[in-house]
């Protein structure tokens, strides 16, 4: 969180006077604290002040339809769109087949995971400086991978079996959290049109957020 913070002071020197930018900024950055996103608020804040956003009178309504009208904008809605669905049908069931099926204590799970995060904080960086070398898209393709690694690797977990496969999936779950949500805001605001973006990263959370509640 200090990191997130230390981030968004040091962007601020050069803001703007649009309001809008900010609080969207700070309210991506809180709301993704606990799930290894906190470089998003000064991600998004720093793609936004690269080329200068003009405001908006337009209703709410026909902004979303010049939205939707786009095929990048699609683009970047379907991707946002097939991550959450996948993710909140998965999840849920992923914790709780640790607790039910393993018969995990929840002590154990909270230290693996402390440890798991540890090794996703350390290797943030090097993954970071990697994406830059071989483009952003092509390490998501490569994170995502070791995601789907880590759900094969809960699946050989077996209750009273041995907690290798366990381990191996916090492992490769822990790298792949390194760039899946920095690789994924990335990709989605090469898809906006930069003189409306703050307005249509809305648009598109809102739809997807809707479809994620409504999977889980």
Same mark, same amino acid.
């Not at 849920?92 to 440890?115: A, C, H, W």
């Not at 999936?169 to 959290?177: E, H, K, P, R, Y």
């Given at each position: 969180?200090?990191?997130? @913070?230390?981030?968004?002071? =040091? #962007? #601020?020197?050069?803001? &703007?006077?649009? +309001? ?20 998003? #608020?000064?991600?998004? =804040?720093?793609?936004?002040?690269? =080329? ?30 097939? *991550?959450?669905?996948?993710? $909140?049908?998965?999840? +849920?069931?992923?914790? &709780?087949?640790?607790? %039910?099926?393993?018969?995990? &204590? ?18 943030? +960086? ?5 994406? @830059? ?7 998501? %393709? $490569?994170?995502?991978?070791? $995601? ?10 077996? +209750? #009273? ?15 792949? *959290? &390194? ?13 906006? @049109? ?5 307005? =249509? ?16």
């Amino acid at each position: 969180a200090s990191r997130a @913070d230390s981030l968004h002071h =040091q #962007g #601020g020197a050069g803001r &703007s006077d649009t +309001p809008g930018r900010d609080i969207l900024g700070a309210r991506v950055a809180a709301a993704n604290l606990t799930s290894g996103k906190e470089l998003h #608020g000064a991600l998004l =804040q720093r793609a936004m002040r690269q =080329q200068p956003q003009q405001k908006s009178k337009e209703r709410i309504g026909r902004q979303m339809k010049r939205a939707l009208s786009q095929g990048r904008f699609r683009m970047a809605l379907i991707l946002n769109c097939l *991550w959450m669905f996948s993710f $909140y049908i998965a999840c +849920p069931f992923n914790s &709780s087949y640790q607790v %039910k099926e393993l018969g995990l &204590s929840y002590t154990f799970i909270m230290v693996v995971n402390f440890l798991a995060n540890m090794v996703r904080v350390s290797i943030t +960086p090097r993954i970071g400086r990697r994406a @830059d070398q071989i483009g952003m898209a092509k390490m998501l %393709k $490569y994170v995502l991978v070791f $995601y789907l690694l880590g759900y094969v690797f809960m699946i050989c977990a077996r +209750p #009273g079996g041995s907690l290798v496969f366990y381990l191996l999936s916090a492992l490769t779950t822990a790298v792949s *959290w &390194s760039f899946i949500s920095i690789g994924l805001l990335g990709i989605q605001l090469e898809f906006l @049109d930069s003189d409306r973006r703050t307005i =249509q990263y809305t648009i598109l959370s809102v739809i997807s957020g809707v479809l994620g509640f409504a999977v889980s």
